[in-house]
């Protein structure tokens, strides 16, 4: 049975020799028939391309000059604009950052005084200054205003 099963495997590598060799010469003539096909039918656009060119040169020169001067020339004077102008963006942005950070700072410090003194000075109140005395004399001077002519 061994003899039988190595035959077996040298005729499985020559069919798989030959199933190479087959899809080789099939792929190369594939290929060599699209680049043929290819270079055939591109054949009248490559001798007419310097005519063509000839012809659509000054368009070309125009559409290029009419690009550069409307839309590349502003995108180079905005580049070398905010290019320029980038230190002073920095440095404002710097000063509001600042600010914010002082004017927090500061108002902290300002309520933190305000609670302070006010602590201090309710030690200090007589009895005689109440808050609800002060919040009636308040409301005595409130004018109350009618219209004449209408009933409420």
């Not at 190369?28 to 009248?44: G, K, M």
């Not at 109140?125 to 409420?152: F, H, K, V, Y």
């Amino acid at each position: 049975m061994s003899t039988g099963n190595g035959s077996h495997q040298g005729q499985l590598r020559e069919f798989a020799a030959f199933a190479t060799h087959a899809f080789t010469i099939a792929t190369s003539f594939c290929f060599s028939l699209v680049s043929n096909a290819t270079r055939l039918s591109f054949s009248p656009f490559i001798l007419a391309y310097p005519a063509i060119s000839y012809l659509v040169a000054p368009l070309l020169v125009f559409a290029v000059m009419v690009v550069n001067i409307s839309v590349l020339s502003p995108l180079s004077a905005a580049h070398y604009l905010l290019n320029s102008l980038y230190p002073v963006y920095v440095f404002c942005g710097f000063a509001c950052i600042t600010g914010v950070v002082v004017g927090l700072g500061g108002r902290g410090i300002s309520a933190l005084l305000t609670r302070a003194f006010a602590r201090s000075e309710q030690g200090r109140s007589t009895p005689t200054d109440a808050p609800a005395t002060r919040g009636t004399e308040r409301r005595s001077r409130r004018r109350r205003l009618r219209i004449q002519g209408e009933d409420m």
